[in-house]
């Protein structure tokens, strides 16, 4: 067995490989910049002073009309790639992951940006690469929070950064709160940062990748890596790096004002090396400046990682067979820039020299003044000479129908290479071929056939771009909610399967939205004599609605009728096939109109009855009431005489028992007379007299 790679050996096996990757890039990058000194309709360097220089941006011309159209493909609100699962256990994971991840790409980042770019790159400098990432940032937020006493602030999680107090011990805190988010993104990387190995066939199987792109110390130590180690590391001095673009809008001061603006020329690096000894190659990720590989500063090691794949996907408008680069559609049209150019420069000087033809002048008759005049002519200006043959013009033919005849011909050859021209054909009487409907209809598939076939080549590569965000955000996204087709939806792709294929949905076999139109209409007359026949259903006539709404661009199928699947329909769909036919309906309702009336008259009936009741309830209990109330008066009378009879007898009594006392009383005084009178009697010496 072999012995483990160390870092030392492991970056001077990655130098070795880059050196051979970038000798490689340099060799692409010569034709790559004249193409981009085509599209920019630079000077061809073969102009004569005093002739017309004009440049005819063809290429420009060219790739911009072909990204535009297939950006249109892709923008348009189709879902281009789709995730299509391998069992029906999966059907609803692959709807989940089909809008997660065109959610991801095209709203949580610029996913309208990154296709331009790739796809320009790959229309102008032969390839366009995706890079599939994850990167964690820092979200600071403040917001105000409300308290009551100073004691609640203890309380509040964050850092308190301000404190607003009230004379009553209430009041407010400005809180900082800080958390990290991963972000799944796509990024389209320049074509001069990416290298690979020469022999590469496919991104997925070369041997040596890497990004490289010059960095801030700052970066690097942002990113994680040791900060010692980095500043450390060699300068990347970018001004003596040889300008190989010539656009002036990419001119500006490259100067560093401080050490951590200084920049390095990192390399994160993909390779397949033996790093453990086993006899295999692993594919191994690596950050590398130079001869050192960065050290991570969390935990100490060099930062060397065995990873399944790379994150890489590319984009060629024509590949080459059996090779990772291909060609341009620049490629296809530079000559036929400079071709037309010619031509019209020819034009334009065969204009100018048959206004202002070339003078031949007679020595023997011209003056001083002659050569002067001539060279500086003022329109019905003099020309002084001695006689009247001493200048006259050179007379050369010019027909400019034969010049305008060879640039249509130019263009129309620039049309068949590209597929990108004119909407309608030229029926002028001057054209070089007179070209008929069949001719034209020709011409136009041939460029639609070429348009769908760089729309499904970008569409490939982009697809290639979406497994690989489909396998890193299942292994280390979090549940996320998003809104699909109006209606918010929590996704969870560490629940996606492991297996699901991938389908592209644009391109070759698929045409152009004009032609599905015409095809989901002509499908309508037999769709809608199948769900007569029951061959068809709900389910088909809603997939030829959003289909027919889509292509249209007037929305989707729920727009305009329910969608068969959702669970809601069904309920009320199974509801309504539950519901007797018309006709029974309506005998139905006409019973229940009647029982209805009959219920009304009976309800109307026990409404009089219990009315009359009530009256007479009420009358009852008036009587009653009324005997009550005359009960309680006589009884109330003869209380009342009772208890005047009462007192007048009790009066009685008494006055009668005072008479009786009165009378006692004399009867007793008369008797104590006596009885005082009969012992006076009995006394001695007295008499009866005294």
């Known amino acids: 067995m072999n012995e483990p790679t160390s870092p030392e050996d492991l970056a001077a096996i990655l130098k070795r490989e880059y050196e051979a990757a970038d000798d490689y890039h340099d060799q692409i990058e010569q034709l790559q910049e004249e193409a981009f000194r085509y599209y920019e309709a630079q000077p061809f360097g073969n102009e004569i002073d005093g002739r017309s220089q004009i440049v005819l941006p063809d290429v420009q011309e060219t790739c911009d009309g072909m990204l535009g159209i297939i950006l249109k493909m892709f923008v348009s609100g189709d879902r281009v790639v789709e995730f299509e699962a391998t069992d029906e256990e999966g ?73 607003r107090e009230n004379e009553d011990g209430s009041g407010r805190a400005l809180v900082k709160t800080q958390r990290t988010i991963k972000r799944y993104t796509i990024h389209s990387v320049p074509t001069d940062e990416y290298r690979f190995s020469p022999a590469a066939a496919h991104e997925d199987t070369a041997d040596y990748q890497a990004h490289v792109r010059p960095m801030t110390r700052s970066d690097l130590v942002e990113m994680g890596f040791d900060p010692e180690q980095v500043y450390g590391l060699p300068t990347y001095d970018v001004a003596t790096v040889e300008e190989t673009e010539s656009d002036k809008l990419d001119s500006y001061n490259r100067e560093e004002s401080t050490p951590a603006l200084e920049k390095v020329l ?100 011209a003056t001083d003044e002659t050569l002067d005049d001539l060279l500086n002519p003022i329109p019905g200006s003099p020309v002084r000479g001695r006689g009247v043959a001493a200048v006259t013009n050179l007379q050369t033919g010019f027909n400019i129908g034969d010049s305008l005849q060879a640039m249509e011909w130019v263009s129309r050859e620039k049309e ?38 760089i729309a499904r080549n970008l569409a490939e590569a982009m697809a290639r771009a979406f497994a690989k965000l489909y396998r890193l955000m299942r292994v280390e996204a979090e549940p996320f909610r998003i809104k699909v087709d109006g209606k918010y939806r929590l996704v969870d792709p560490s629940q996606w399967p492991e297996d699901m294929n991938v389908r592209v ?186």
């Open 505 to 690: 949905n644009v391109g070759l076999g698929n045409g152009s939205k004009d032609k599905r139109i015409m095809a989901r209409t002509a499908l309508l007359g037999p769709l809608q004599a199948a769900i007569e026949q029951g061959l068809s259903g709900p389910e088909h006539a809603f997939n030829w609605f959003d289909g027919m709404a889509r292509d249209t661009g007037v929305g989707q199928g729920e727009d305009f009728m329910y969608d068969p699947s959702d669970p809601e329909v069904q309920q009320r769909m199974a509801a309504k096939e539950q519901q007797p036919d018309a006709d029974l309906v309506e005998v139905q309702g006409k019973l229940e109109l009647e029982r209805e009336k009959a219920g009304a008259d009976a309800a109307l009936q026990r409404q009089k009855a219990e009315e009359q009741a009530l009256l007479q309830r009420q009358k009852t209990e008036a009587d009653i009431e009324t005997q009550r109330q005359k009960h309680a008066m006589d009884m109330q009378v003869m209380r009342e005489r009772a208890a005047l009879e009462s007192e007048l007898a009790r009066d009685k009594a008494a006055e009668e028992l005072r008479l009786a006392r009165e009378r006692m009383a004399a009867e007793a005084e008369l008797k104590r007379e006596f009885a005082d009178a009969n012992v006076s009697q009995n006394r001695p010496g007295g008499s009866l007299a005294e």
């Open 91 to 163: 059907e609803q994971a692959a709807d989940d992951a089909t809008a997660a991840i065109d959610y991801v790409f095209m709203r949580q980042q610029d996913g309208y940006r990154v296709l331009n770019d790739t796809g320009m790159d790959g229309l102008q400098r032969k390839i366009g690469i995706f890079k599939v990432s994850c990167e964690e940032d820092e979200k600071v937020s403040r917001q105000w929070v409300a308290f009551d006493d100073p004691l609640q602030l203890g309380l509040i999680e964050g850092e308190i950064e301000d404190v």
């Open 266 to 365: 990192l390399c994160e690096e993909y390779s397949h090396i033996d790093v453990d000894g086993d006899g295999i190659a692993e594919l191994v990720k690596s950050y590398r400046v130079e001869n050192e590989i960065l050290i991570d500063a969390e935990t100490g090691e060099p930062s060397i990682e065995t990873i399944d794949e790379q994150p890489f996907s590319v984009f060629c408008p024509f590949p080459r067979q059996h090779r990772l680069i291909g060609y341009s559609l620049a490629d296809k049209v530079m000559d036929l820039q400079l071709l037309r150019s010619h031509f019209a420069r020819q034009l334009i000087d065969g204009m100018a020299f048959a206004n202002m033809p070339r003078p031949y002048v007679d020595m023997d008759s």
């Open 416 to 453: 068949g290479r590209s597929g990108v021209g004119r909407a309608t054909p030229t029926l002028d009487e001057n054209s070089l071929n007179n070209q008929t409907a069949t001719e034209f209809a020709g011409r136009e598939g041939k460029a639609e056939t070429q348009q769908e076939y």
